[in-house]
C-alpha cells in the first residue's frame, strides 16, 4: 500500500514538474533578429508583424540615408515587406488603415498603397523643424501624428485618399511620442526629446479628441515610448527608456507594476510596442532586436 502511494505521489511530482517545466519554455521570450537593423517599431498585419528597421551603420534617428525597410515577421521567419527604396530614412510608428500603409519618418509621414507596395510612395511633410515625427494612430478618418521634438501633435484628414489632408497642428503636448486610439479617446507617450526628464513626461489621455483636453494618466514621469492595450483592454503597458524596461497600468486603479523580461542581454532602448495574439512584441532599438513575451 505504501508503495503504490509512494508511486502515485512520485508520478504527481513528476506530472507537475513536467508541467512547470513546459510553462516555462512557454514563458521564456523569443529574440527576432533576422535582417532587423535597429529596429523603432512594431506593427500587427496580416496575422504576423510589420517591423520598422533604419538599415544604417549607426543609430541615428534624424538620419537621411535612405536605407529604412519595413519587414514582415511570421510563423517565425522575416521576409520584406518594403525594401530599402530610398523613400525611407528612419522609419518609426506604423499605422495600416484604408487599405494603405502610413510611416512616421524623421520629417514626413510617408504613405505606401498595400495593393502596389512596388509604386512609389506620397510623402506628407510636416512644418519645417518638426523632426522627430514619431508615431501614428487614428480616431474615424483623422489620422494623429505626434512630433516629439515640437511637442505638438498634428491631425491628417484621411476621409478621401486621393486627397490626403496636409498635416494640422491639433494639440500642444510635452514631448509627444507613442500614441494609441480607443474610440474617441487617444493615450499618449511623453519622451523628453532633449533626454532631460521633466515631471511633465508622463502618460497622458485625451477623452474626446473633438474637445481635446490633456489628462494624467500616471503621475510618474519616464521616458516613455512605447504604448498598446492589454489583450483585454482593462490596463495599458508602456515602454520606458529610463529606467529601460516595460510596466503595465492598470487602467481601474492607475496602478504600475514593472514587467519582467528576462533576458541574457538587458533591454536597452525599448520602443514603439504591439500587444497580439497573446504577445507583446518589443523591438529593443539599439540592440538591434524585437523581444517577444508572453502577456
Not at 27 to 42: D, H, I, L, M, Y
Not at 94 to 115: E, I, P, R, S
Request: include cysteine; charge should be negative.
Amino acid at each position: 500500500m505504501k508503495k503504490t502511494v509512494s508511486m502515485a505521489c512520485l508520478a504527481i511530482l513528476l506530472l507537475t514538474s513536467a508541467c512547470t517545466q513546459k510553462k516555462a519554455v512557454s514563458q521564456a521570450p523569443v529574440v527576432v533578429q533576422e535582417g532587423v537593423r535597429f529596429c523603432e517599431s512594431t506593427y500587427p498585419y496580416d496575422g504576423g508583424l510589420l517591423i520598422a528597421n533604419f538599415g544604417t551603420e549607426q543609430l541615428n534617428p534624424l538620419n537621411t540615408e535612405g536605407k529604412g525597410y519595413i519587414l514582415h515577421y511570421k510563423d517565425g521567419e522575416t521576409s520584406t515587406f518594403i525594401p530599402a527604396d530610398g523613400n525611407l530614412s528612419a522609419p518609426k510608428g506604423m499605422y495600416v488603415g484604408k487599405g494603405h500603409l502610413f510611416v512616421c519618418d524623421v520629417n514626413k509621414v510617408v504613405v505606401y498603397d498595400l495593393a502596389r507596395r512596388e509604386a512609389q510612395p506620397r510623402i506628407l511633410s510636416l512644418p519645417e523643424g518638426c523632426l522627430f515625427v514619431n508615431d501614428l494612430a487614428a480616431v474615424g478618418d483623422t489620422l494623429y501624428a505626434s512630433v516629439t521634438n515640437a511637442d505638438q501633435i498634428f491631425k491628417i484628414d484621411i476621409s478621401d485618399m486621393a486627397n490626403i489632408g496636409a498635416p494640422v497642428e491639433w494639440l500642444t503636448v510635452p514631448g509627444p511620442n507613442g500614441l494609441l486610439a480607443d474610440g474617441e479617446s487617444l493615450y499618449i507617450a511623453s519622451y523628453p526629446a532633449d533626454g532631460n526628464t521633466r515631471p511633465e513626461h508622463t502618460i497622458y489621455r485625451v477623452a474626446d479628441v473633438a474637445a481635446p483636453a490633456l489628462e494624467k494618466v500616471i503621475d510618474a514621469p519616464g521616458q516613455y515610448d512605447g504604448i498598446a492595450f492589454s489583450a483585454d483592454s482593462t490596463a495599458l503597458y508602456i515602454t520606458n527608456w529610463a529606467p529601460a524596461g516595460l510596466s503595465r497600468i492598470d487602467l481601474n486603479t492607475g496602478t504600475v507594476t514593472p514587467v519582467s523580461v528576462e533576458l541574457e542581454q538587458p533591454l536597452v532602448g525599448p520602443a514603439d510596442i504591439s500587444v497580439a495574439d497573446g504577445h507583446i512584441y518589443i523591438p529593443d532599438l539599439p540592440n538591434s532586436r524585437v523581444v517577444v513575451v508572453a502577456e
